[in-house]
């Protein structure tokens, strides 16, 4: 089970595509939770089963308390890692994070080619500190993986990036498949199409099974699918987890089921984390998998689940409504 904590909305970077709309650095954290209420949120999350804690943003480097922060989750059992832009981890911030008892880094990197990376982060020195981040890591014994956003103008980079992924020692690497919501709802035209979607989980897959790392595509759960039709074993054996075993908490306490959807389980300043796990009308829906249209008839409903934050962007909210992100799913509906 993992929870994902926006621990805060301020960011160093402008990014395109961010789900957040995070704000800039010297942004008010004035409704943001408190080291206390972090604390108790920490104690509650660990009390509720959940065993690796995201801390996440925004840029989570920026909380001047995150290393007391991390320490607390990892007295409390749980195995803290992090999303980051990765351009704050000086060799400091890496011993330090190490020692607090960090088990991870995320790292976001979008493209090889420095001018399109730091164009889409927005900051003409993103590449650079990002890959200076990197080698923080390394030198301080912290693993990290490596995050790239997927948009048609850096698809074909992608199973370079793997490689890359691998050159530079990470333990994994995730593509996650652009979402518009946020910021990304202005640039939905870069996101692949459903065929080309296809296509390209089919070449992540085959790729995964040459590199020594694990591969991940995220916020694209028919790579399940994928994996089990071309006979590729995998880790991962639930694609959409939003609700049934993750949920995410924003920097002013709300819980809701992913980062991109906005169906709001709980407030934290009313209810304990714990209690809105377990008794929150949004989850429980959710864990029926009762969806609707090509989803509900699908065979592979219980394994991949559709993207639930899809099926709300395009169908007005409906989150049990139909994933139409997806070949297969279409095949079924012509097939009626």
């Not at 704000?23 to 949120?41: H, I, M, R, Y």
């Not at 990036?161 to 990470?170: G, I, K, P, R, S």
Request: charged content about 25%.
């Amino acid at each position: 089970m993992i929870v994902s904590w926006m621990t805060t909305n301020r960011c160093n970077l402008k990014c395109q595509h961010c789900y957040q709309d995070a704000e800039g650095v010297d942004a008010s954290t004035e409704n943001e939770l408190s080291t206390d209420e972090a604390k108790t949120l920490i104690d509650q999350i660990a009390r509720s089963g959940f065993k690796i804690m995201i801390f996440s943003g925004g840029e989570p480097l920026l909380r001047e308390d995150i290393f007391e922060l991390v320490a607390h989750a990892s007295s409390r059992g749980l195995r803290p890692v992090f999303g980051t832009n990765g351009m704050l981890i000086t060799p400091e911030v890496a011993r330090g994070l190490k020692k607090a008892g960090a088990a991870a880094l995320g790292i976001s990197l979008d493209s090889l080619d420095e001018g399109k990376h730091n164009a889409f982060r927005g900051d003409p020195h993103a590449f650079e500190l990002t890959l200076r981040g990197m080698e923080s890591c390394r030198e301080a014994g912290l693993p990290f993986q490596i995050h790239t956003t997927i948009m048609d103008w850096n698809e074909a980079e992608l199973l370079d990036l793997m490689d890359f992924a691998v050159e530079q020692e990470a333990i994994a690497h995730y593509q996650f498949f652009l979402i518009p919501v946020g910021r990304g709802k202005y640039i939905e035209d870069t996101a692949i199409k459903v065929l080309e979607n296809e296509d390209l989980l089919r070449r992540i897959m085959d790729k995964s099974t040459e590199v020594p790392i694990s591969c991940k595509p995220t916020c694209a759960p028919q790579f399940v699918r994928v994996a089990r039709q071309m006979g590729i074993d995998t880790r991962f054996t639930r694609g959409c987890l939003a609700g049934i075993s993750y949920c995410i908490i924003s920097p002013e306490g709300i819980v809701r089921p992913c980062a991109y959807m906005m169906e709001e389980a709980g407030d934290l300043r009313k209810q304990g984390f714990d209690e809105i796990w377990e008794t929150s009308e949004v989850f429980a829906r959710l864990r029926t998998q009762d969806y609707s249209g090509s989803c509900g008839d699908c065979e592979y409903k219980d394994g991949c689940g559709g993207c639930r934050a899809r099926a709300a962007y395009y169908h007005e909210g409906d989150y049990m409504a139909a994933d139409e992100y997806c070949a297969h799913g279409k095949q079924l509906l012509e097939a009626l």
